[in-house]
């Protein structure tokens, strides 16, 4: 079982800058794939970043891809979500996630492949 709690959300400009934390209990962080996916009202939740387990391989969405970093610490149980260069687009409830299964590079990107989700938190980009 592992519990998942992001933070870091908040109210920026355009142009600005957030770093998203993902705090994970338990033992086993390190065994799990981590990924960012994010849902703006009315629309579908949608894949951001993951990173791997050995944190070799990270992907993006290209929507974000050369503005959003992912990177995980393993001796703090953390996974965070550098965002740089926000759009008024990037508006969302982003949420962490934490998988067991990936067998495939494709598998990162689907949110069905995720065990365990946090709550969510807030980014909010004005114009």
């Known amino acids: 079982q592992v519990q998942l709690v992001e933070s870091g959300g908040g109210l920026v400009q355009t142009g600005d800058s957030l770093r998203l934390s993902c705090a994970a209990s338990?033992?086993?962080?390190?065994?799990?794939?981590m990924g960012w996916f994010r849902q703006a009202p009315g629309k579908e939740r949608e894949f951001v970043a993951a990173?791997?387990?050995?944190?070799?391989?990270?992907y993006y969405a290209d929507s974000v891809k050369g503005r959003f970093t992912i990177s995980r610490d393993n001796a703090k149980n953390t996974v965070y979500l550098q965002m740089n260069s926000l759009k008024p687009e990037d508006t969302a409830v982003y949420y962490c996630?934490?998988?067991?299964?990936?067998?495939?590079?494709?598998?990162?990107?689907?949110?069905?492949?995720?065990?365990?989700w946090g709550q969510g938190t807030q980014v909010t980009v004005s114009s």
């Open positions: 338990g033992r086993t962080f390190s065994t799990y794939a």
């Open positions: 996630a934490a998988g067991l299964r990936m067998a495939y590079s494709r598998d990162y990107q689907d949110s069905h492949e995720y065990d365990y």
């Open positions: 990173i791997t387990v050995s944190v070799i391989n990270t």
